[in-house]
């Protein structure tokens, strides 16, 4: 797929994503706005209705109080009449404005038209200048402000008080009456947080000035607005997440498929590369074999066989590595395990692979310490790992080539390490070097050859005698791989 094209379609679906995101935390936020406001709508109708039912009470109290001294019994009756219909009026929510005493016949009540009940009984000086705690029932007050808040659908913590503003501090909180004493009265029983709060009604608004405050504190209050959101926030934050997981991994597997192709593709031309030079060798030489000046020269011949029969070798060794890692890949390869001795393996390799080195004057040392050399494994593929190793190091040497194979006992078993002073691996290309198909690219070393085969199967082999394999590298310090055994 085009590059450009996918930076498109990537740069769409961030864009898809990051609108319904924000759509989320839009709704999400207007959603938790709504419940706030209706929180608050509830708690000051809650708060009014108990300010009202303790007006109410006051209000009859005051008649009853009326009635033991007054001889006119039928204009007590209306009286009281008239302020439970009020209180009525009040408690359906229909404004209390106009509410006026009621008009007497003849007979005389003693009570003057449009003149408000308490204007009345202020005027007549019916009550009494108390406290402001004496004019609340501790009870009442407690019960009202519960079954008040339960019946809005409210079930949480919660704290009250009522605040005196000739005392300037509080005189009840939370069931019991606050003792006036030195000390700041806002302290006692969490005053505090009653006095920040913003839940308060005016008490006895039928005074000349309002007494006081009643004032409600709800602790939880941000848990209780977000109770009914909860829910539907906590999925949309793990869908959110989940989706955010898919598209990221999308995007890895775009990318990982896109250079997993590019990789295929420099497979298939180093193979054909591979290929073409011996077939083209092999080619030639069969040709020469067939030329009149060559048939009939014995020694020209065994020569030219010579080149046919190393050339098909070569194709051979590079036809069985790739069936190799096929059968690796499919999981459907044994291992012939059985005692192998390191040291056996390591020098038949250096000499086998030493004329090489030397041929590009170079050095091929040996550092075998280990004490205990023996391990359980298939001496054949251990056998091409190490020769996939020192291949690699002889191969990413640009100059003269400088490698050390060396061996040593660990903790966790034998340790062989082979080192070279070549052109070294940078941390970047160190993540993939044991991907399938990977190669370094080497800039302007040309002759650097081969499918990108050979450290994938190193892991693999490693991998299936359950040993490790690590590299330490640093570009132009050379590089050495570490391969671990563990020993039985």
């Known amino acids: 797929m085009n590059p450009r094209r996918i930076k498109l379609i990537i740069g769409l679906m961030t864009l898809a994503l990051a609108g319904i995101i924000c759509l989320q935390i839009y709704w999400i936020g207007w959603n938790i706005r709504l419940n706030e406001e209706q929180f608050d709508k509830n708690v000051y109708a809650a708060l009014n209705r108990v300010a009202s039912k303790l007006q109410y ?40 404005s106009t509410d006026t005493l009621p008009n007497p016949a003849a007979g005389g009540s003693g009570f003057e038209n449009n003149v408000t009940l308490w204007e009345y009984m ?76 913003p839940y308060k009604v ?25 109770g009914s959101v909860l ?56 040709d020469s074999i067939s030329s009149p000046m060559v048939v009939n020269n014995p020694d020209k011949i065994k020569r030219f066989v010579d080149i046919i029969r190393q050339e098909n070798r070569r194709m051979n060794s590079q036809v069985e590595r790739v069936l190799q890692m096929a059968l690796i890949d499919k999981k459907d390869f044994e291992l012939k395990l ?4 390191m040291h056996e393996i390591i020098e038949q390799a250096v000499g086998n692979f030493s004329l090489q080195v030397e041929r590009r004057e170079g050095v091929l040392r040996m550092d075998l310490q280990a004490a205990r050399p023996v391990i359980e494994g298939d001496s054949t593929h ?44 940078s941390k970047e290309v160190r993540k993939h070097i044991f991907d399938k198909f990977y190669r370094e690219h080497t800039g302007n070393v040309h002759d650097v050859k081969g499918f990108g085969l ?7 082999i490693m991998t299936a005698h359950t040993g490790l394999v690590d590299v330490h590298s640093e570009p132009g310090k050379g590089s050495s791989f570490v391969l671990t055994f563990p020993v039985g």
């Open 231 to 286: 829910g539907m926030l906590s999925l949309s934050i793990v869908f959110t997440a989940i989706v955010l997981f898919c598209f990221w991994y999308t995007i890895q597997v775009i990318y990982r498929q896109k250079q997993l192709s590019e990789m295929k593709t420099d497979f298939i031309n180093n193979m054909t590369h591979e290929f073409k030079t011996p077939i083209a060798t092999i080619s030639l030489a069969a």
């Open 122 to 197: 202020k005027v007549s000086q019916l009550v009494d200048s108390k406290p402001l705690a004496e004019r609340i029932p501790l009870d009442l007050l407690a019960k009202s402000i519960q079954e008040e808040i339960e019946s809005r659908g409210i079930r949480s913590e919660y704290q009250y008080g009522v605040y005196s503003k000739a005392r300037g501090s509080y005189v009840i909180v939370n069931d019991h009456f606050v003792v006036e004493d030195s000390g700041p009265q806002m302290a006692h029983g969490g005053a505090p947080t009653l006095f920040n709060s």
């Open 382 to 425: 251990i056998a091409s790992v190490i020769h996939n190793l020192l291949d690699n190091a002889n191969k990413y040497s640009p100059e003269k080539p400088d490698i050390t194979i060396s061996t040593r006992n660990v903790p966790m078993g034998l340790e062989v390490t082979v080192t070279d002073k070549g052109m070294g691996i």
């Open 202 to 226: 005016a008490l006895f608004t039928q005074d000349i000035e309002s007494p006081g405050d009643l004032s409600l504190y709800f602790p939880n209050r941000t848990r209780i607005v977000l």
């Open 454 to 460: 050979g450290l994938s199967y190193v892991k693999a």
């Open 338 to 341: 059985g005692e192998i001795n």
């Open 57 to 96: 009470v006051e209000e009859v109290r005051v008649l009853e109080a009326l009635s033991a001294s007054n001889k006119n019994t039928g204009a007590i009756r209306q009286a009281t009449q008239f302020l439970e219909n009020g209180f009525a009026r009040r408690k359906a929510g229909i404004s209390e």
